[in-house]
């Protein structure tokens, strides 16, 4: 784990969604194609997705009263938990760690989409197209795996959504301090919002991103009481792999197969067992 952290204050943000794209500007990434009602309480693009690595989304946090519901923001990019469970699940060890941070080396991703489906926070997806920057580098391949790397891939001391904040909302630096910063902050909420929480203390053991809430995880779709992987039948669909993905050649699409091949060979034998 890095011995840094970000911190967002979702009760400090405005909503403007400068972080989503400073993230873009900076990595590269192409816009998204979008529908007014696109997405929930017309939130656009809808969600994260392989272009869109930090995603601000709106909605009612409390419709107790409907002349005047309680609307409020959440922020989600990789959370980098400590112990991942996509790096965990990944057959081809493409998911390795940069200053602490989980990042995806897209040159090894087979785009099997094993961390699409371990990841309880729905953060990387495979893209389905490539796309070139300005400058001529392929920033999205396709069928790879994406996700925000904590701005370790362009030497950035202070990672483009945080520096780009007008409000402080996000912030970066030690994660002690940060979670002190965050616990303060809780407190204060408190006084108005009696179930304000911090969230990303101890999950996973202990994730990148603390984020502070003026209310229950849950409220804002975030998982509680989250649970590492089943490495039994993950090492059990890494073995049938491992023997599949010799007939591959080293073919990526022969590869995916392979996987697909093995998950499946895992699920008869835990059926029939
Ligand atoms: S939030 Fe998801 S993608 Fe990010 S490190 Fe955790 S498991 Fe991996
Ligand atoms: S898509 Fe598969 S190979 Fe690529 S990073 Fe995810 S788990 Fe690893
Ligand atoms: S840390 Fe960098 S890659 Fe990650 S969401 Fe922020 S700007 Fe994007």
């Given at each position: 784990?890095?011995d840094?952290?970000?911190?967002?204050?979702?009760?400090?943000?405005?909503?403007?969604?400068?972080?989503?794209?400073?993230?873009?500007?900076?990595?590269?990434l192409?816009?998204?194609?979008?529908?007014?009602?696109?997405?929930?309480?017309?939130?656009?693009?809808?969600?994260?997705?392989?272009?869109?690595?930090?995603?601000?989304?709106?909605?009612?946090?409390?419709?107790?009263?409907?002349?005047?519901?309680?609307?409020?923001?959440?922020?989600?990019?990789?959370?980098?938990?400590?112990?991942?469970?996509?790096?965990?699940?990944?057959?081809?060890?493409?998911?390795?760690?940069?200053?602490?941070?989980?990042?995806?080396?897209q040159?090894?991703?087979?785009?099997?989409?094993?961390?699409?489906?371990?990841?309880?926070?729905?953060?990387?997806?495979?893209?389905?197209?490539?796309?070139?920057?300005?400058?001529?580098?392929?920033?999205?391949?396709?069928?790879?795996?994406?996700?925000?790397?904590?701005?370790?891939?362009?030497?950035?001391?202070?990672?483009?959504?945080?520096?780009?904040?007008?409000?402080?909302?996000?912030?970066?630096?030690?994660?002690?301090?940060?979670?002190?910063?965050?616990?303060?902050?809780?407190?204060?909420?408190?006084?108005?919002?009696?179930?304000?929480?911090?969230?990303?203390?101890?999950?996973?053991g202990?994730?990148?991103?603390?984020?502070?809430?003026?209310?229950?995880?849950?409220?804002?779709?975030?998982?509680?009481?989250?649970?590492?992987?089943d490495?039994?039948?993950?090492?059990?669909?890494?073995?049938?792999?491992?023997?599949?993905?010799?007939?591959?050649?080293?073919?990526?699409?022969?590869?995916?197969?392979?996987?697909?091949?093995?998950?499946?060979?895992?699920?008869?034998?835990?059926v029939?067992?």
């Amino acid at each position: 784990m890095s011995d840094n952290a970000f911190l967002v204050d979702t009760s400090k943000c405005q909503g403007c969604r400068a972080c989503q794209v400073a993230c873009k500007q900076w990595n590269g990434l192409p816009g998204e194609k979008t529908e007014f009602f696109g997405g929930v309480e017309y939130t656009n693009p809808a969600e994260l997705s392989a272009i869109t690595w930090n995603h601000v989304k709106f909605f009612p946090i409390d419709r107790s009263n409907p002349e005047r519901p309680i609307w409020t923001i959440m922020h989600k990019k990789c959370f980098h938990c400590h112990e991942a469970n996509c790096e965990r699940v990944c057959p081809e060890k493409a998911i390795f760690r940069l200053d602490g941070w989980a990042v995806i080396d897209q040159d090894r991703c087979i785009g099997c989409g094993a961390c699409v489906n371990a990841c309880v926070y729905n953060v990387p997806q495979v893209s389905g197209f490539d796309h070139v920057n300005d400058v001529g580098q392929k920033i999205v391949k396709k069928d790879r795996s994406h996700k925000c790397n904590a701005c370790t891939l362009n030497e950035r001391e202070v990672p483009a959504c945080v520096n780009t904040c007008p409000s402080y909302a996000l912030l970066y630096g030690n994660r002690q301090e940060m979670l002190k910063i965050a616990k303060k902050r809780v407190k204060e909420l408190q006084k108005d919002f009696p179930h304000a929480s911090v969230y990303g203390i101890d999950e996973f053991g202990g994730l990148g991103v603390i984020t502070v809430l003026r209310d229950r995880p849950e409220k804002y779709g975030l998982p509680v009481n989250v649970q590492a992987i089943d490495m039994s039948r993950v090492e059990e669909i890494k073995n049938y792999y491992s023997f599949f993905s010799l007939f591959t050649f080293g073919f990526p699409s022969l590869k995916r197969t392979a996987y697909r091949m093995a998950r499946s060979f895992s699920q008869t034998h835990s059926v029939n067992s």
